[in-house]
């Protein structure tokens, strides 16, 4: 797979950088386009010999009067091309003047698209002033940097159009024409720049949307930090396209200069790099001391790119490149150990192919100062949805996960619930025959107790009663749960029942400080209810009265209203925090 992905990218890479279709080039200055059909053939790239003018920065009217004063300073060189080795100075630095004559063969409206004109740059067309980018002059201090595209129109009204640009670069990078300016008829040249920006919004727009929405994943899921690191990538990438080709950002923010520019340029791509790694590492949850070393690595290059000067900034270009090699090395050996993690490693396999392929195309593209092919667009595309797929993938995997876990829950629940049925109804047979016996002791008449084993007869007694009690309650909430609870309403005595539950209470007070006190009327009438719901009720308030009082009493008291019976239970205690009142009647509250 590897080697295929080798051969294609190299295939395409061999296709970008030797086009075959076959454009006129300029010879001496002049370029003869009466022979190209621009409506049905296009534009063409002004390549080949132009007139070049050092140290100089003329107009159509220095050239109109200047003769052989100008023509002496005449010189051919090669579009597109760098300053280096060619002008005085040696490195690049300096200004001057080029020139080209387009012959056509038909007067029409015509428009010049330059991108790469470094550092700044002053156009005029047909003698017609169309102004430029930065601001070009002789005198390094007045020189204004920009690397903004630039597109000019005119009308031309003969078959010889003159081209003048004026470029001056004395800092941050060589000057030059490095990538050939376009010409053609206007309608094509708007169509060519408008299609080029909107490739460009359609990347920044699907990086910045996927960005935000991996950001809103990793805000639910926090225990997924690769989904964290992805968001941050394709941020990165989408700010960095926006300040990259066309510049899209310049139409946001036109007075943006060139040094945060190019500050940017520099440092956002290795940003995204970096996140990429940290997403890779931090997905397949990889160990080991050498990515500690990288990040260390990248972090202190990080730095030095943030506070270097910028006419520093190209020096470090292939110091940035190794580093960026290195991380996609880590990233196969990481692939290659988890090889076995069947279809999650095939799709970050193919999300990092996707990102080198546009790693080498930008590379490329900056190295040799060419246009981004169109269809480069789809490889960005395809690696956000391929990690997009990843990520389904992976919560499919966990929504599976997650229902068989629900169903095993679901299953050790019901077990549960028959294993507490199974033993309460276990349970029932010997208390009912300790219940029974004590009762037959106690109701003896023949051999009557002594009063101590009396008294200890009557507590094993209400024990008794009062697990038999907690074992209906236990069958209760299981009865509960598979809706088969049933009531049973009979006339009840309250005052019975209140005995009943005060003495099972006293048998281990809570809290001796704390009396349970009984302030029903004696003379209260029967209440229609289901008795044990009703002691269960009644235990459940006293008890917990007890519970959450430190001192003083817990008393219960009722009076007849109407055809009700009203019940109160009042504590001397702390009562009941507003935030808990809602959890009230939870089950185990």
Same mark, same amino acid.
């Given at each position: 797979m590897i080697s295929v992905f080798a051969v294609v990218t190299t295939i395409f890479i061999y296709e970008w950088l030797h086009p075959t279709f076959q454009y006129p080039e300029a010879r001496d200055g002049v370029l003869d386009a009466q022979q190209w059909d621009f409506e049905q053939q296009g534009i063409i790239p002004l390549r080949g010999e132009w007139e070049f003018y050092e140290n100089v920065l003329l107009t159509p009217q220095q050239f109109r009067l200047g003769g052989t004063s100008v023509q002496a300073e005449r010189r051919i060189i090669q579009v597109p091309g760098g300053w280096k080795d060619i002008v005085a100075t040696g490195n690049g630095y300096g200004a001057g003047t080029y020139r080209l004559q387009i012959q056509v063969s038909d007067p029409d409206y015509y428009s010049l698209r330059g991108k790469k004109i470094r550092m700044s740059s002053r156009i005029y067309m047909g003698g017609e002033d169309l102004g430029g980018t930065g601001n070009p002059d002789l005198q390094s201090d007045r020189f204004i940097p920009s690397n903004l595209p630039f597109m000019g129109t005119i009308q031309a009204e003969t078959d010889t159009i003159e081209i003048l640009i004026q470029v001056a670069s004395y800092r941050y990078m060589e000057g030059g024409l490095v990538q050939s300016p376009e010409f053609g008829l206007t309608a094509d040249v708007l169509a060519r720049r408008d299609n080029a920006r909107m490739a460009d919004m359609i990347v920044i727009t699907t990086l910045l949307v996927f960005g935000i929405y991996f950001a809103g994943m990793f805000r639910q899921w926090r225990r997924e930090p690769y989904l964290l690191f992805f968001s941050l990538f394709c941020l990165t990438m989408g700010v960095f396209f926006s300040i990259d080709n066309e510049i899209v950002m310049a139409t946001m923010l036109p007075s943006i200069s060139f040094p945060p520019l190019q500050k940017m340029l520099f440092i956002l791509p290795y940003f995204s790099i970096?996140?990429? !790694?940290?997403? !890779?590492?931090?997905?397949?949850?990889?160990? +080991?001391?050498?990515?500690?070393?990288? /990040?260390?690595?990248?972090? +202190?290059?990080?730095?030095?790119? *943030?506070?270097?000067?910028?006419?520093?900034?190209?020096?470090?270009?292939?110091?940035?490149?190794?580093? @960026?090699? !290195?991380?996609?090395?880590? &990233?196969?050996?990481?692939?290659?150990?988890?090889?076995?993690?069947? !279809?999650?490693?095939?799709? &970050?396999?193919?999300?990092?192919?996707?990102?080198? &392929?546009?790693? *080498?195309?930008?590379?490329?593209?900056? @190295?040799?100062?060419?246009?981004?092919?169109?269809? %480069?667009?789809?490889?960005?595309?395809?690696?956000?949805? /391929?990690? /997009?797929?990843? %990520?389904?993938?992976?919560?499919?995997?966990?929504?599976?996960?997650?229902?068989?876990?629900?169903?095993?829950l679901i299953a050790y629940d019901r077990q549960k619930d028959e294993f507490l049925a199974k033993t309460s109804h276990e349970?029932?047979?010997?208390?009912? +025959?300790? &219940?029974?016996?004590? @009762? /037959?002791l106690l109701d003896n008449k023949e051999r009557p107790l002594s009063p101590e084993h009396r008294e200890n007869i009557r507590l094993l007694h209400l024990i008794g009663r009062r697990l038999a009690g907690l074992v209906h309650d236990i069958l209760d909430m299981n009865r509960i749960r598979h809706g088969q609870l049933s009531i049973h309403p009979k006339p009840v005595d309250l005052n019975m029942s209140t005995r009943f539950v005060i003495e099972t209470l006293s048998i281990a007070p809570v809290n001796s400080e704390v009396r349970l006190v009984n302030e029903l009327p004696a003379a209260l009438p029967f209440v229609l209810a289901d008795e044990n719901r009703l002691r269960q009720i009644l235990h459940n308030l006293l008890e917990n009265g007890l519970k959450y009082t430190d001192r003083g009493q817990v008393s219960i008291s009722a009076e007849v209203r109407g055809a009700m019976l009203a019940v109160s239970i009042a504590d001397t205690g702390r009562g009941i925090p507003p935030n808990a009142l809602g959890s009230l009647f939870r089950p185990f509250f």
């Open positions: 970096l996140f990429f !790694v940290h997403y !890779v590492h931090s997905y397949l949850d990889e160990r +080991g001391s050498g990515f500690k070393v990288l /990040s260390r690595v990248s972090f +202190g290059y990080l730095c030095v790119l *943030v506070v270097i000067p910028n006419d520093y900034l190209v020096d470090l270009l292939w110091s940035g490149i190794v580093l @960026q090699i !290195v991380a996609f090395a880590f &990233i196969f050996i990481w692939i290659f150990r988890n090889r076995d993690r069947g !279809v999650h490693v095939y799709y &970050i396999l193919l999300g990092v192919f996707f990102l080198l &392929i546009s790693w *080498v195309y930008a590379q490329t593209r900056y @190295q040799l100062a060419l246009d981004n092919p169109f269809y %480069m667009i789809v490889t960005l595309l395809l690696l956000v949805l /391929s990690q /997009s797929f990843l %990520m389904s993938e992976r919560s499919r995997e966990a929504s599976l996960q997650n229902e068989r876990l629900a169903e095993q349970l029932r047979t010997p208390l009912h +025959g300790i &219940i029974n016996l004590s @009762q /037959s």
